[in-house]
């Protein structure tokens, strides 16, 4: 089985920073595909960032261009979540999907529990 956990969510200031992180564990053998995605109170999900191929190409929503850094730690099977310069709009519970394979070849895609962020003054 893999488990998924997150973490790094909280309150801070409009222009504030804050790393979030999504720990996958069990019999992971490779992360292929990661991707953060978020859902304000009242609105659908919607995606922030992705990573394919490894993590060699990402993409992101025009709203975090420049300002959101998706990366996945291989060795640790981990997949970050930079944000900086974050806004009072940025506020939701940010979900975090990885997919790749098991030890024993077997793909998977898996959903974390969601992590609260608040940019509040």
């Known amino acids: 089985q893999v488990h998924l956990v997150e973490s790094g969510g909280g309150l801070v200031r409009p222009g504030g920073s804050l790393r979030l992180s999504c720990a996958a564990s069990?019999?992971?053998?490779?992360?292929?595909?990661a991707g953060w995605y978020r859902q304000a109170p009242g609105k659908q999900r919607e995606l922030v960032a992705r990573?394919?191929?490894?993590?060699?190409?990402?993409n992101y929503a025009d709203s975090v261009k420049g300002r959101f850094t998706i990366s996945t730690d291989h060795a640790t099977k981990t997949v970050y979540l930079q944000m900086t310069s974050l806004k009072p709009e940025d506020t939701a519970v940010y979900f975090c999907?990885?997919?790749?394979?098991?030890?024993?070849?077997?793909?998977?895609?898996?959903w974390g529990q969601g992590t609260q962020v608040t940019v509040s003054s």
């Open positions: 999907n990885v997919e790749g394979m098991t030890r024993t070849l077997t793909e998977f895609s898996i």
């Open positions: 069990g019999t992971v053998f490779s992360i292929n595909d």
């Open positions: 990573s394919t191929r490894g993590g060699s190409e990402t």
